[in-house]
């Protein structure tokens, strides 16, 4: 079960509401290509994820890569708002996408 945002809004409002699973992906590949376009910011990525750049690119397409790097940029708030006003978002859509596209909470878990 993918978490989602418990807000009263539905749709694809910023503040409240919950992101589409093909919104959240979309704007997930465009946050991996501001992280990604970087070699600072791929570095950083790397070094707290432990990838190597053979394991990046292995898992390039991986949903698991996806929500790491939606952890990482959500982490990091000048990091969010950077890569907010560079895809013209507000910060609040990519927490949105991380929030659909991430671990469910802990509780969610099964018995």
């Not at 609040?92 to 991380?98: F, Q, S």
């Amino acid at each position: 079960m993918k978490r989602k945002f418990d807000g009263s809004t539905k749709g694809g409002s910023p503040r409240g509401g919950v992101l589409s699973q093909a919104a959240a992906e979309a704007l997930a590949g465009d946050v991996f290509g501001f992280v990604t376009g970087d070699p600072g910011r791929l570095m950083r990525f790397m070094e707290s994820s432990g990838l190597s750049p053979a394991a990046l690119r292995q898992a390039a397409e991986s949903p698991d890569l996806v929500a790491g790097l939606l952890d990482h940029v959500v982490a990091d708030e000048e990091l969010l708002v950077a890569c907010a006003a560079a895809l013209d978002v507000p910060p609040e859509r990519i927490t949105l996408a991380w929030r659909r596209l991430g671990p469910p909470d802990p509780g969610e878990f099964g018995a």
